[in-house]
């Protein structure tokens, strides 16, 4: 009678099972790859974000702007008081802006808003990531004049 598993068989599984998987060494240089390509793309990824933050910021200032002339048109000549102005309904239901709430900026803040007064322009602006006046990179001030400027 002939014994289920032979020897030679059993060797032969023996060895492929050895030989199956990856050795550490595969595995560090694997792992060594993967840091390299992430110490190139993470940082591009979050430059591209800050980008898009700023991005929004235009967009928001020349969105509150232009909805700040219509309501100037609209009201002859007479300037919101305030932001909250531009959501705020009218007895047909519209508004100057689509949004029930004033926008804020990527970083959760109030955009600041003065009406003209005398010899001074409307003025539109953000402060920044920090909330508040001056600073650089991402705490820079941006306003709406300088959107209009082509300034970044």
Known sequence: MKPLHS????????RRARRAGFSIAEL???ILIIGLLATQV?????DRLGDA???KVRGDLSTLQNAIKTYAIRNGGEYPD???????RDSNGKSFLEQTEVPKDPWNNEYHYLAPEGNR???LWCYGKDGAQGGEGDDRDLSAQM?????K
């Open 82 to 88: 305030s932001l909250e102005r531009l959501v705020e």
């Open 7 to 14: 020897f030679s068989r059993i060797q032969s599984v023996g």
């Open 121 to 123: 322009d409307m003025e």
């Open 53 to 55: 933050k700023w991005g």
């Open 28 to 30: 560090m240089v694997v």
């Open 42 to 46: 993470v940082p591009r990824v979050l």
């Open 147 to 151: 959107v209009l400027n082509g300034e």
